[in-house]
């Protein structure tokens, strides 16, 4: 789990930072797999009040290693985490609409139409 957060993490810094277009496939995969892995996690019975109070403890672990790292994780649990279980538990969005709504994954676009 302690992998896959940091993997959120980098999600975080991904999406604040301007997307370049090499930047965008790899950002979208990682999250696609953290919110998957997260959902699994929610279908395990798992609170959200669990998950915030289990990633907040990690954001202290980090902080640990570096400052920047704790302001950076607790910034990005009080921004998007509750906003991904909602959506995941609530709206019952997949892994990839969860990455779109929170900017990590490009909107898809419409096929165009064959006449």
Same mark, same amino acid.
């Given at each position: 789990?302690?992998?896959?957060?940091?993997?959120?993490?980098?999600?975080?810094?991904?999406?604040?930072?301007?997307?370049?277009?090499?930047?965008?496939?790899?950002?979208?995969?990682? &999250?696609?797999?953290?919110?998957? $892995?997260?959902?699994?996690?929610?279908? $395990?019975?798992?609170?959200?009040?669990?998950?915030?109070?289990?990633?907040?403890?990690?954001?202290?672990?980090?902080?640990?290693?570096?400052?920047?790292?704790?302001?950076? &994780?607790?910034?990005?649990?009080?921004?998007?985490?509750?906003?991904?279980?909602?959506?995941?538990?609530?709206?019952?969005?997949?892994?990839?609409?969860?990455?779109?709504?929170?900017?990590?994954?490009?909107?898809?676009?419409?096929?165009?139409?064959?006449?």
């Amino acid at each position: 789990m302690f992998k896959q957060f940091i993997a959120v993490l980098l999600i975080a810094g991904l999406a604040q930072a301007k997307a370049q277009p090499k930047n965008v496939d790899v950002m979208c995969n990682l &999250c696609t797999d953290v919110v998957t $892995d997260l959902a699994e996690w929610l279908v $395990d019975d798992a609170t959200e009040a669990d998950i915030v109070f289990f990633m907040e403890n990690l954001c202290f672990a980090l902080g640990a290693i570096l400052q920047e790292l704790q302001d950076m &994780c607790l910034e990005l649990m009080q921004a998007e985490l509750p906003a991904i279980i909602d959506g995941l538990v609530e709206d019952n969005l997949n892994p990839a609409e969860v990455c779109v709504d929170i900017g990590a994954c490009p909107a898809p676009t419409a096929a165009p139409q064959k006449f």
